[in-house]
């Protein structure tokens, strides 16, 4: 699965789910808990970031 695909199934999850852990999202998108905090998250939290900054 791409990254972008995996970010996209993420944020629909944490959206849908609330709280979910990143043990629970790593195994919905079939990856380590490891990759959700590495990649996911921190890509996640910076796009985020990026977007919200640029609002204000």
Do not use: C
Not at 31 to 45: A, K, P
């Amino acid at each position: 699965m791409r990254k972008a695909d995996r970010l996209f199934q993420l944020v629909n999850l944490i959206k849908s789910h609330q709280p979910i852990t990143a043990e629970q999202l790593a195994e919905r998108i079939g990856v380590s808990v490891r990759t959700i905090y590495r990649i996911d998250i921190t890509t996640w939290l910076e796009r985020t970031l990026r977007v919200f900054s640029s609002i204000i």
